[in-house]
């Protein structure tokens, strides 16, 4: 492995390369080393980084409790790198490259909270099945000015015109132009870091803006979400704004998703399991769609992980608030497209921008996966509006918690550990969250009760 990277890294002259991990809620964390100091830690063994890093809170902090799942002598644990994960990171003026890192105990046992470690737990019973996961994820975000007090409400950006946007503009061409010298350079940045960005369009809110990304395998469109991420982010600060995944950044208009598809297919053939030969949804499908309706509503720490998450999963806000699903509707928590049978799929519309997009995929195909072994059949699709329908989904992160922590076929599947981590790290969280008075209490208490 050294041998073919120390290729690589000499062919492009790289200086330096940062060894990246997600944490808990998606965040990019690791060691910038000299590359010459980065291969005599390939030879040696020597990348190490806390364990843990990967029970950090949003806010940098730590669970009181964390037994259940990290060692109490806060070890290290060994960073090793995947060489197909290697890219060149093209917003430095120093040749640099970046490299995702799976981490294992000096056991050689994998970190079982890493999130990289949980999609390919999840990933590997599909496999044993003779079944791989397809993924195409499509992720929202705004553009927004510059914000440095976070008592002040977001705005949007001034575009080309010398105006911001105030108003919606879904699919504007115009609207989207506006800001076109930032989305060539995202492109060219994407294109440089194997970033297999496809489509993008206006959405709903003012300088709100989609990436779809082109279907394939799970853990590499979850490696390209999660680098996406930083590039976007990256990309805005060169352009004078900000880029945010936040989930509902802006209170009167949509918040941002991160809609998954999601299709099977066999191991072996390549062929689309979700469909019949003569084109009908297969009981596969079925039960996929039935798992995803029973225990997503349980997996919503992993797809609405923030408190900021539930202000997104609103009536009419374009964001939906239950489990039904359809076919090509934009309502319901679960949409079928319209498309060939070889692209049969089903849209899961429920995860928010925010969430870590390794944990949002593993959350996504475990519920369909025990709804294929469980054989759990689907309600029947239905027609008109979701929102006529019940609000079924959690309100808040809390009760999504109690929901999660009372599922234990989903807890098992994702691993106790894991489970067990994100509990803590939710509840804290929550704690710190508490200890915050908001604008509104204060605007509308402070002389009225």
Same mark, same amino acid.
């Given at each position: 492995?050294?041998?073919?990277?120390?290729?690589?890294?000499?062919?492009?002259?790289?200086?330096?390369? /940062?060894?990246?991990?997600?944490?808990?809620?998606?965040?990019?964390?690791?060691?910038?080393?000299?590359?010459?100091?980065?291969?005599?830690?390939?030879?040696?063994?020597?990348?190490?980084?806390?364990?843990?890093?990967?029970?950090?809170?949003?806010?940098?902090? !730590?669970? /009181?409790?964390?037994?259940?799942?990290?060692?109490?002598?806060?070890?290290?644990?060994?960073?090793?790198?995947?060489?197909?994960?290697?890219?060149?990171?093209?917003?430095?003026?120093?040749?640099?490259?970046?490299?995702?890192?799976?981490?294992?105990?000096?056991?050689?046992?994998?970190?079982?909270?890493?999130?990289?470690?949980?999609?390919?737990?999840?990933?590997?019973?599909?496999?044993?099945?003779?079944?791989?996961?397809?993924?195409?994820?499509?992720?929202?975000? !705004?553009?927004?000015?510059?914000?440095?007090?976070?008592?002040?409400?977001?705005?949007?950006?001034?575009?080309?015109?010398?105006?911001?946007?105030?108003?919606?503009?879904?699919?504007?061409?115009?609207?989207?132009?506006?800001?076109?010298?930032?989305?060539?350079?995202?492109?060219?940045?994407?294109?440089?870091?194997?970033?297999?960005?496809?489509?993008?369009?206006?959405?709903?809110?003012?300088?709100?803006?989609?990436?779809?990304?082109?279907?394939?395998?799970?853990?590499?469109?979850?490696?390209?979400?999660?680098?996406?991420?930083?590039?976007?982010?990256?990309?805005?600060?060169?352009?004078?704004?900000?880029?945010?995944?936040?989930?509902?950044?802006?209170?009167?208009?949509?918040?941002?998703?991160?809609?998954?598809?999601?299709?099977?297919?066999?191991?072996?053939?390549?062929?689309?399991?979700?469909?019949?030969?003569?084109?009908?949804?297969?009981?596969?499908?079925?039960?996929?769609?039935?798992?995803?309706?029973?225990?997503?509503?349980?997996?919503?720490?992993?797809?609405?992980?923030?408190?900021?998450?539930?202000?997104?999963?609103?009536?009419?806000?374009?964001?939906?608030?239950?489990?039904?699903?359809?076919?090509?509707?934009?309502?319901?928590?679960?949409?079928?497209?319209?498309?060939?049978?070889?692209?049969?799929?089903?849209?899961?519309?429920?995860?928010?921008?925010?969430?870590?997009? !390794?944990?949002?995929?593993?959350?996504?195909?475990?519920?369909?996966?025990?709804?294929?072994?469980?054989?759990?059949?689907?309600?029947?699709?239905?027609?008109?509006?979701?929102?006529?329908?019940?609000?079924?989904?959690?309100?808040?992160?809390?009760?999504?918690?109690?929901?999660?922590?009372?599922?234990?076929?989903?807890?098992?599947?994702?691993?106790? /550990?894991?489970?067990?981590?994100?509990?803590?790290?939710?509840?804290?969280?929550?704690?710190?969250?508490?200890?915050?008075?908001?604008?509104?209490?204060?605007?509308?208490?402070?002389?009225?009760?």
């Amino acid at each position: 492995m050294s041998t073919d990277l120390n290729q690589w890294l000499t062919e492009r002259g790289i200086e330096e390369v /940062e060894c990246i991990v997600p944490d808990m809620s998606g965040v990019a964390r690791g060691k910038v080393l000299p590359t010459a100091k980065f291969l005599r830690g390939l030879e040696n063994q020597s990348l190490a980084i806390p364990e843990a890093i990967f029970a950090l809170t949003v806010t940098g902090g !730590y669970p /009181e409790d964390t037994d259940a799942f990290l060692d109490p002598a806060e070890k290290d644990v060994l960073m090793v790198p995947d060489p197909e994960t290697i890219r060149v990171v093209p917003w430095y003026e120093e040749p640099t490259a970046q490299i995702i890192c799976d981490c294992y105990h000096f056991s050689d046992e994998p970190v079982s909270i890493a999130p990289r470690h949980v999609l390919k737990r999840v990933l590997h019973e599909f496999e044993k099945l003779g079944m791989k996961p397809v993924i195409a994820p499509e992720l929202e975000f !705004y553009l927004v000015a510059k914000n440095t007090d976070p008592d002040n409400p977001l705005e949007p950006p001034i575009g080309r015109s010398g105006r911001p946007e105030r108003a919606s503009n879904a699919f504007g061409i115009d609207a989207i132009n506006e800001f076109d010298p930032l989305i060539e350079d995202l492109y060219d940045y994407c294109e440089a870091m194997n970033i297999d960005a496809d489509t993008m369009s206006h959405e709903s809110g003012p300088a709100q803006l989609e990436m779809n990304f082109n279907h394939g395998d799970a853990l590499e469109l979850a490696d390209q979400a999660f680098l996406f991420k930083r590039t976007l982010r990256e990309t805005a600060l060169k352009h004078g704004v900000y880029g945010t995944f936040m989930a509902k950044p802006v209170g009167n208009h949509p918040g941002s998703a991160m809609h998954i598809h999601q299709s099977l297919v066999d191991l072996n053939t390549g062929q689309n399991l979700f469909a019949n030969a003569d084109g009908s949804n297969s009981k596969l499908f079925l039960n996929f769609i039935g798992g995803l309706q029973r225990y997503l509503p349980a997996a919503m720490p992993l797809l609405a992980p923030n408190m900021n998450s539930y202000r997104r999963l609103q009536p009419w806000s374009d964001a939906p608030i239950n489990m039904h699903w359809a076919l090509d509707n934009r309502t319901v928590g679960l949409r079928q497209p319209n498309g060939p049978a070889s692209a049969r799929r089903i849209e899961n519309r429920i995860p928010g921008a925010d969430a870590n997009p !390794y944990l949002a995929f593993a959350a996504s195909l475990a519920c369909g996966l025990l709804g294929i072994e469980e054989e759990i059949d689907p309600t029947a699709p239905i027609e008109g509006s979701g929102y006529d329908r019940a609000h079924s989904l959690p309100r808040h992160i809390h009760e999504a918690l109690a929901k999660f922590n009372r599922c234990k076929p989903l807890k098992d599947l994702l691993g106790e /550990e894991f489970s067990a981590a994100v509990q803590a790290v939710k509840e804290a969280e929550w704690d710190a969250y508490q200890t915050v008075i908001s604008a509104w209490e204060r605007e509308h208490l402070l002389l009225n009760v």
